[in-house]
């Protein structure tokens, strides 16, 4: 019988995890009154983040979504206009399309990924040309950390001319082909969300190569201001800049980032030494020439190999304290989405469905400890061997 234990520490799926060092930059903005709202820690944030992504320039902003948002306008996106998005991703990666009242279609996964199918987008892309409605730009998700295939993906926007929005939410630390993700489209952002790999609490960086474009996402984050004296606006702007307050916590945050990756790795490598080995259940494996930041460890379990449902682990879980979670439910079956078109892998084939039915996410905290991680394990162990003595 499975002890039910409820007083033990709650495992939260990934908390912030704070280096120590942010309360330095923090009280130096106190101490020089650069509270409101830019400041030296912004642009020593911004400077930091282009150098680690390995791109020209980058904005700090107030959210992830944000940061989708600026990319869209700068890429022309207007009302009636389509956009390709992944559809095994969190809503807020399509939700700045219907901000500017264009239409998202979404495309399916592949197997080895998780992310955007290049056969499915190939697909799409074809389709939407016959019908001279080619979109005004592609977001592609890297999902839990792993890489999308951004070989065959940008190749084939290129073929098409459409622009790339590398959604790196997740994925900050992960890298493709020797190059840091999020730095291989014509836009990438990354989230400072209090569950990401690390947090301002709450704030997002827009990254490209197209300083140009990066200026003017810094205007149109700050009300869209004409550089003249009096307030003068000729376009629509946003409130979306970063406080320095927040940029401070972000410096200290990105100086352990690697550390926080290496982390993550070990808790994916621990957890498939321990329950990789029952029949049925699968990890998620890095694609060739990538390195993933392992953000959440991620799995599928077959149902019928296993004789367990994956909400049945999540509930046992939760009855030891312990948060886990479903994959995100592909946004083509998302009620807000519905009537949009939607691309699957193959004709009759729809991955993103599947792995959405068979996937689990499995605490993944970068502070996470040994013994926490083994009563994870030891949960979903006991469950294994329940369902066969049955
Ligand atoms: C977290 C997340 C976002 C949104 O970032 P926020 O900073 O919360 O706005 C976008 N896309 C993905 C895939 C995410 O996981």
Same mark, same amino acid.
């Given at each position: ?51 680690? @992504? ?16 600026? @990319? ?21 990666? @399509? ?91 014509? $836009? ?66 990105? @100086? ?26 699968? $990890? ?58 939607? $691309? ?43 369902? $066969?003595?049955?």
């Amino acid at each position: 019988m499975a002890l039910i234990s409820t007083s033990e520490k709650r495992i939260y799926l990934s908390p912030p995890h704070m280096s120590g060092q942010e309360q330095h930059y923090v009280q130096e903005a106190f101490e020089t009154n650069w509270i409101a709202p830019l400041g030296p820690n912004v642009d020593e944030f911004e400077r930091r983040m282009a150098a680690y @992504a390995g791109t020209k320039g980058s904005v700090a902003v107030n959210s992830g979504t944000a940061a989708i948002h600026l @990319a869209l306008l700068l890429l022309g996106v207007q009302k009636g206009d389509a956009v390709f998005c992944s559809t095994l991703t969190f809503v807020a990666s @399509a939700n700045p399309i219907v901000y500017l009242g264009a239409e998202p279609v979404f495309i399916d996964s592949d197997e080895d990924s998780w992310n955007m199918s290049p056969r499915a987008l190939e697909r799409a892309l074809h389709e939407a040309q016959k019908n001279n409605r080619l979109p005004k730009a592609v977001i592609i998700v890297h999902l839990y950390g792993q890489s999308a295939k951004m070989h065959e993906l940008v190749s084939i926007c290129r073929h098409y001319g459409v622009a790339i929005v590398e959604d790196a939410a997740e994925s900050l630390g992960s890298e493709y082909g020797g190059q840091k993700s999020g730095s291989m489209g014509d $836009f990438g952002i990354y989230s400072f969300n209090g569950n990401k790999i690390i947090t301002t609490s709450g704030g997002g960086m827009l990254i490209s190569n197209d300083t140009d474009k990066l200026s003017h996402a810094r205007n149109l984050a700050a009300q869209a201001r004409d550089p003249v004296p009096h307030y003068q606006h000729q376009e629509t702007g946003y409130n979306y800049r970063m406080s320095n307050v927040l940029a401070g916590i972000g410096i200290a945050q990105l @100086a352990v980032l690697d550390e926080r990756v290496e982390a993550k790795r070990a808790h994916f490598v621990r957890y498939k030494e321990s329950l990789g080995a029952i029949e049925g259940i699968r $990890f998620a494996e890095e694609i060739t020439g990538s390195k993933s930041n392992r953000w959440l460890s991620t799995l599928t379990v077959d149902e019928f190999v296993t004789g367990l449902r994956v909400s049945a682990l999540i509930v046992a879980l939760e009855k030891e304290n312990i948060e886990a979670r479903h994959v995100w439910k592909p946004l083509h079956t998302q009620p807000l989405f519905k009537g949009c078109q939607y $691309f699957s892998h193959r004709e009759e084939e729809s991955i993103s469905d599947r792995l959405f039915a068979s996937g689990l996410c499995l605490p993944s905290g970068s502070g996470m400890t040994a013994e926490e991680q083994d009563r994870v394990i030891g949960v979903i162990q006991t469950q294994y061997k329940l369902r $066969f003595n049955k």
